[in-house]
């Protein structure tokens, strides 16, 4: 399994941005995440989805950003509003063997390779 993670780039303050990512390999049967890693900290979960569409935000997006998944694209997506300066961060998508909603990083066994979003103020 094959996670791409892409649609990172620059946005200003209050704006938004849509990151992908797309699962090849397998299908899209797997509990799948957002995570996120700024410069100097540790990579910190943002958002789980299960197949079955059930959601779990992070309270410091919740309101802002929405998970969603077109299993049948085998991609998930990351809509991104309301961003602010400490939105920045490397982005990166997981998928986990079990088909739940996980917060651990550790519950994931697939990862993509990371897209940087920066929110300028």
């Known amino acids: 399994v094959q996670l791409q993670a892409s649609g990172g780039g620059l946005a200003q303050s209050g704006g938004s941005l849509r990151l992908s990512c797309a699962v090849s390999g397998s299908g899209l049967n797997y509990g799948m995440g957002w995570f996120r890693q700024a410069p100097g900290k540790e990579r910190e979960f943002v958002v789980s989805i299960s197949s079955r569409g059930s959601k779990r935000y992070a309270d410091s997006v919740k309101g802002r950003f929405t998970i969603s998944r077109d299993n049948a694209k085998n991609t998930m997506y990351l809509q991104m509003n309301s961003l602010k300066s400490e939105d920045t961060a490397v982005y990166y998508c997981?998928?986990?063997?079990?088909?739940?909603?996980?917060?651990?990083?550790?519950?994931?066994?697939?990862w993509g390779q990371g897209t940087l979003v920066t929110v300028s103020s």
């Open positions: 997981a998928a986990a063997r079990g088909d739940g909603i996980y917060t651990r990083i550790g519950s994931y066994d697939y």
